[in-house]
């Protein structure tokens, strides 16, 4: 959808303010034609702020660079539990500490917005890019690597989460970014799935991929030590190994079981 069809949206459904204290541009969000998921981060930070579009600075533009592997690039609308670029204000009015975590007051203040896109959306599935969105709007608890893939319900609509692209933008072990990566893939393989979109691939490297990545959100939320006590997975294994070693088949099995 063109930018101009999307302000034209936003002025027919919202108030042009909301009530949050931060004083940083309203970056409402963004629809395309047929928004079947709903994406739904933490808040805009400065290349957001500076286009009033969500999701465009480097982890927008990775996290947009996900969706086309699973078709999912022409049905999808992108938002913040927080409107606004958040900061710190020192006692001389200096803003400070720009892209802090919002508050929850801040969150308050711009869900009624949120809510009503959301509505309006009438999107099938929503996906809480990052821990933050997801443990205030969709009440998660625990660690973001628990709530990845696990399935509930926002506003009446299946939900579920994903790493936030900025984490994988971290400094961090190779190994570590290609884990968080393939979680994130088999959560989106699945929301394709669940809107009936076809994910097939040619290329088989990226299927494994895909696999391994749902059998690592099954191991991190059910634990390899009772994996290995009910027999799931050869004896002996470490979990790591599984993952390297174990064929196509293997995985899409324990996947069934599990």
Known sequence: MAKKNVQAIACVILPAMTDCPLQTNSIYPWL???PLLFLIGEAPGEEEDRQGIPFVGRAGKKLRSWLPKFKLDDCFAVGNACLHRPYDESPD???????????EQEMSACKPILDRYLSR????????????SAKFLGEYKGTVGRMVGRWKEYNGIP?????????????????????????????LQEVAARLGLSTEQSNSDVD????????????VNAGWPRMMAAGKVREGWKWCAYLREASSQELSSLIRIL
Request: aromatic share 6%.
């Open 208 to 219: 494994i991929r895909i696999l391994r990545g749902q059998v690592l959100a099954k191991i």
């Open 121 to 132: 959306a009438q999107s099938k599935v929503v996906v809480f890019v990052g821990g933050t």
């Open 32 to 34: 395309s034609e047929n």
């Open 93 to 103: 009015g200096t803003r400070t500490n720009w892209n802090r975590v919002p508050t």
């Open 159 to 187: 939900c579920t989460v994903i790493y936030h692209p900025s984490a994988l933008l971290r400094p961090m072990a190779k190994a570590k970014r290609e884990d968080m990566e393939r979680m994130n893939f088999s959560v």
